[in-house]
């Protein structure tokens, strides 16, 4: 087997750190069996080529700009609507969430996991929290959270220490699979 690459950032881009620590937040629940469900994503993705499809349409229809006014109202409209209404999924379904799951194979919870991470401007402080996609249902356990201060997974070079950091995504993990066993 080839070793892996380590994974390097610069430690002054907040964005780079967050960006690393959530592709390999991602790594650890799939391969702990959690299969990632993209039907959020399709959706955002559709949403957005049927925006995309309405601005090309006001900008390309044949007539020139008087004709056509109430055509460009109508297509106005439409990129307002269907914008709002992406802002709105990806406000209320979507949040801070990096991740959806599908429940892993043969498991006795019939709810994925959404995974969500935080790391506020100006902190070092690096919050996960694993929750149920769905929390009406009666296999879902309650969320789990761990804040940890970046410094903690990372050399001062900038290379990020997996074993480290995986084991604190595992271990959340467990958690998150012992919270909802007790609620059973």
Known sequence: MAAKNPKKVNLLDHHSIKNILDESVSEVVTTRGFVEDVRMGNIRLVLGLVIIVIALFAQFYKKKFPENKDFLIGCITLYVIFNGLLQLIIYTKEKNAILFTYPPEGSFTSTGLVVSSKLPRFSDLYT???ATSDPKSISAG???????????????????????????????????????????
């Open 128 to 130: 996960i929290t694993i």
């Open 142 to 184: 309650k969320p789990v959270e761990l804040t940890k201060s970046v410094t903690q997974w990372f050399t001062k070079d900038g290379i990020l220490v997996e074993g480290l950091f995986w084991k604190d995504v595992d271990a959340l993990i467990d958690e998150y699979a012992g919270e909802a066993k007790k609620n059973k």
